[in-house]
């Protein structure tokens, strides 16, 4: 799960780490006000919060919203109302959001921080170690992404202590890989192990800060800040749960989600339905060898469920307008096969069955499944492995063009 | 024989009361494997499945030598019951649990350094050396002893390799999900390290999939053997969007763009025998082991 910046800057605050003045504004008038509280004189920075990276290169689809990216720099006071009424209800296009957007909601107003410096810092997991790592580079304005590839060896990682977090070496370590003067010292410390602790604290996976600001006078200002928690870790964190913002999920995903199901969209033609990762990852590579079609969704019912939350499943498919075709793979081990035929009959006799639909079932009660889906009378082509069901699938879409 | 378990293996249950517990170990039972005790906190005492239940794993291990443990505990305990069975020193013990928070995993490997405890999963559907023990929640009717030895990060994946050992008329050694999550017990560098040198499996299907560099780390460890077993490798996720639901920081972590494609690339330039499909499998085998078909 993400939250917005300003909600991540909260949270790193509680841990000493240094922010700019900020405040949320939902209305252009809000943003005016807010301007007042932040900064007497401004600059302000004025930002669009939609979870997502590179906003400041991102564009608007609409006119209204001109044509700077979703961070502007505002030097009068007038002009606040002006740009926020711009880019609210505006939608926001970024490298990770993908060509539809997302629109803005609120807006943070920010008092401007003159800075010497930026770098790159943020945590993730590094699974190898397996360790909670920093990753700290000096961009010089590279995209990230770019110097990971180009130059890894401009990326400072240090693996940190679960427990103590960076030490004294690690800290001075990133001062000098950073060439900052040493009086940043205690400053450092405080962000990194802030980070740290914030991490630690509510189970996060990933805290990105793009960029760190560093101020003529040593100051270490956290300009931006990202927050993604681990989703199976929420039911310690309520207080980050409520920060979950719907608007943000895709409708079917949420749907999904408060079934314990799995659910992401590609552009594609065919709806799976799988009990693992590794499935649904092998189903969409066969998909791709055959034809011109691709995944258009896959719903992970993963294990444990009920015939109840299984046809609940399948009418979140059955929704999905790309959908052309229905196809069910089920490995069944801790997961029974007839729960998920029972599930499949329960939501084609509720909702219909306006496009084919291939099961091919394996495993514990799989004879039972197919039993069920026979008796049911329903058009349900059953397939014996999973290439079989994806050729079964295909060709039964094509005759029904 | 087999790698990590097999008939001799004296199986405990931890969270032996649940239902799909009950469900699943009455199945392992019928199979021939031999659990020998269950714990459940505030139930000891009692008899379930035929067996004693004990309070903690400790005690069961003291009255009945108890040496592997299967987990049928809900995710929020997992750290716990690892911790217990650290502590009552088993050689294995196979997590199913899916949903364990990342923290507590990075936790359980913590206190898992240096211990005698090998962890299996979490997210996975167990261990199964055919004919002889089962722990966990494998489809039994699929597999049938042999001498291919399988490992998969993703369980699903795991029973589709075992079909695929079947079609080309060729039973399995042992059989293991390795688990679907990030952070996980035992690897395939350790797991295939005990398959090379078991005398009765002869070949290997290892199936791995996006994500993390456990597939470019076996691929170096193969590399290195002097004495190969012929390994039969696939990875999934060709298909996946680079970077879908990832931040910048995941890709920055696994330098830059590694794909399912790259993988499979390091593991055949490593000599293994990589598909291209998973239903590919059994051809290769067939090539194999002409024999058997």
Partial sequence: MNIHEYQAKRILRQYG????????????????????????????????????????????????????????????????????????????????????????????????????????ASLVIDRTLPAITLLVADTNNEDITTLAISAPEKILRLPLDLIT??????????????????????????????????????????IEVNPVGVTAAGQIIALDAKMSFDNNALYR?????????????????????????????????????????????????????KGNNGTACFLNVKGGVDKDKIAAGIKIIMTNPRVEGILINILGGFL?????????????SEVGLNVPLVVRFEGTNKDEAKDILEHSKLPIIIAEDMEDSVDKLIEAMEESD | MSILVNKASKVLIQGITGTQASFHVKRSIDYGTNVVAGVTPGKGGITHLGVPVFDSAIEAVKETGANASVMFVPAKF??????????????????IADGVPIKDMLEIKE????????????????????????????????????RIGVVSRSSTLTYEAVIETTRAGLGQSTVIGLGDDMLIGIDFVETLEKFMTDPDTDAVVLIGQLGGTYEEEVAKYYKNLKVKKPVIGFVAGNAVPFGHKMGYAGEVITKGHVTAQDKQDAMHDSGMITVNK????????????????
């Avoid at chain 1, 926020?84 to 920010?110: F, H, I």
């Avoid at chain 1, 989600?257 to 590609?266: P, V």
Wanted: hydrophobic share 40%.
């Fill in chain 1, 336 to 348: 029974r096969c007839n729960l998920i035929a029972d599930g499949i009959v329960a939501a084609a």
């Fill in chain 2, 278 to 293: 998973i239903n590919n499998i059994h051809i290769e085998l067939m090539k194999l082991f002409p024999q058997n078909a």
């Fill in chain 1, 237 to 289: 964190h309520k207080d980050i749960s409520m920060l979950q913002d719907e608007y943000e999920e895709e409708d079917r995903e949420l749907k999904a989600a408060k079934y314990g199901f799995q659910y992401s969209e590609f552009d594609g033609n065919i709806g799976c339905i799988v009990n693992g990762d590794g499935i649904a990852l092998a189903a969409m590579d066969l998909i791709r060898t």
């Fill in chain 2, 78 to 95: 997992v750290k716990d019951a690892v911790r217990e069975a650290a502590e009552a020193e088993l050689d294995l013990c196979v997590c």
């Fill in chain 1, 17 to 120: 780490i240094v922010i700019p003045k900020g405040m949320i504004a939902y209305t252009p008038t809000e943003a005016k006000k807010a301007a007042t509280k932040v900064s007497f004189r401004g600059p302000w920075v004025l930002k669009a919060q939609i979870q997502s990276g590179a906003r400041n290169k991102g564009y608007f689809l609409e006119k209204k919203a001109g044509r700077k990216g979703g961070i502007r720099l505002i030097k009068s006071r007038r002009e606040i109302a002006v740009e926020a009424e711009k880019m609210l209800g505006a939608t926001l296009v970024t490298v990770q959001t993908g060509p539809k957007g997302k629109q803005v909601g609120r807006v943070y107003v920010e008092a401007y921080n003159k800075v010497k410096k930026n770098f790159y």
């Fill in chain 2, 111 to 146: 206190m898992l350094r240096g211990a005698k405890t090998k962890l299996i999963g979490p997210n996975t559907p167990g261990i199964i050396t055919p004919g002889e023990a089962r722990l966990g929640i494998f489809p039994e009717n699929i597999h049938h002893p042999g």
């Fill in chain 1, 165 to 206: 977090g960076a030490s004294s070496e690690q800290i001075q370590k990133v001062i000098d890989f950073l060439h900052l003067s040493p009086k940043v010292f205690k400053n450092m410390e405080t962000f990194v192990n802030g980070m740290h602790q914030a991490f630690v604290d509510y189970d996060a996976v990933m």
